[in-house]
């Protein structure tokens, strides 16, 4: 397992573009999965982008066209790309390994991203 921390959040007006980054504490090569969590306030975390080792990208509808994760294995970092960002993608993003589905490991502190009409 290992620890991630996130960063590149703001505050962006709608329609803006922000890149996220999630550095992991070791090693990322052996990771089959990772992924990019949210959670808005009130709400629960949902999964908004995965990514496998092989490059296989999968994403929450919302965000589908919009949204584009990928990798850096010599930087062991993941990144979230967001464009044409929505007030409805305010929301604390967070990046996990994921295995059968699910976080593993002990979540980073999060990146606050907030969206502006």
């Known amino acids: 397992q290992v620890q991630p921390v996130e960063s590149g959040g703001g505050l962006v007006q709608a329609g803006g573009s922000l890149r996220l980054s999630c550095a992991a504490s070791g090693s990322i090569l052996s990771i089959n999965v990772m992924g990019w969590y949210r959670q808005a306030p009130g709400k629960q975390r949902e999964l908004v982008a995965a990514i496998t080792r092989g490059g296989r990208t999968s994403y929450v509808d919302s965000v589908k066209g919009r949204f584009t994760i990928s990798t850096n294995y010599a930087k062991n970092t993941v990144y979230l790309q967001m464009n044409s960002l929505k007030p409805k993608d305010t929301a604390v993003y967070y990046c996990?390994?994921?295995?059968?589905?699910?976080?593993?490991?002990?979540w980073g502190q999060g990146t606050q991203v907030t969206v502006s009409s």
């Open positions: 996990a390994q994921i295995r059968d589905g699910n976080p593993v490991g002990s």
